[in-house]
């Protein structure tokens, strides 16, 4: 079963892009804009890299919107194989096709058709008529061993099942991988993908999102918000927040004045929107003078 491959996705020049990004929400910078741009146009798959919470699983999400295609996860972890991210065979509905056709005295027929196929991400992928966005997320928790298997998807988008035939992507995926660099990637797999890293905001792009994501808040309130986020990321914490845990922050600060509380106090109560730690919370309370400034 082939089918034909189509080109990369083209994408729309960088302000346009930048324009739909911003529309759904997500404000990219000049460097992950023309990262964007260029994977789409070369049909490369693009490799993000970055601390956790800094939107790199968000980018995918988004671009799939804006581009009107389907998004299609891969989440991966610590044994995923190939199997599971390509296809597996639906066994016990093959059996129970073929104890059917024992009670009914008939020929079993073939057992590895369509019907009996699982389509695990990777083949969803390359059989989606309109293209999709395939997102491999966390790449660094995946074994070294999957990490080998995926150069050859990547190569020639196309896979071939022994009972079947080989399947070729009707449209180029848009690939994007996600790593928070728990273990090395090799680098046979970076010189496959276009490579970008992703790093905190500056305090005035993270103002404008949070702006964007927590309606109503105003640019003072939003620079008190993000002057504290940047001295907390300035503590030796064991998990800096990231842009999530800022939006939370916002929202919940918000709802705590609605309700009565002062500015200070509701940031300082609803301070687990921000840090997730017992210890980083302690650490935070060392430090209240120095990050809200009181």
Known sequence: MDSTSCGPAVLVDQDTLGRRLGAEGYLADEGLLTALHL???????????????????????VLARVLGRELIRLQCYEGLDASQALYEWDYPKQLLSLRAAEVDRRGV????????????????????A?????????????????????LEFLGDFQITIPEIGTITAASVPFVVLTS?????????LKRRCLYHWIPFPDAERERAIIRAQAPGLDE???????????????????????????????????????EGSSWLEA??????LLVKHEEDLALLGRHTGEVFGD
């Open 39 to 61: 994977a789409g146009t070369l049909g490369l798959p693009l490799l993000l890299e970055g601390e956790p919470g800094v939107g790199k699983t968000e980018v995918a999400n």
């Open 130 to 150: 309109s293209g999709a966005v395939l997102l491999i997320d966390e790449i660094d928790r995946a074994d070294s061993e999957f990490e080998a298997f995926l």
């Open 109 to 128: 027929g073939d057992l590895y058709r369509e019907e009996f196929l699982l389509q695990r991400p990777l083949l969803r992928s390359l059989r989606a």
């Open 180 to 188: 928070n660099r728990t273990r090395e990637l090799h680098d046979a």
């Open 267 to 272: 940031m300082r109560r609803s301070a687990g």
């Open 220 to 258: 003072r309130s939003a620079a008190r918000l993000v002057a504290a986020v940047h001295r907390i990321r300035g503590l030796a914490l064991l998990k800096r927040p990231g842009i999530a845990e800022s939006v939370s922050w916002a929202r919940g600060v918000q709802t705590l004045t609605r």
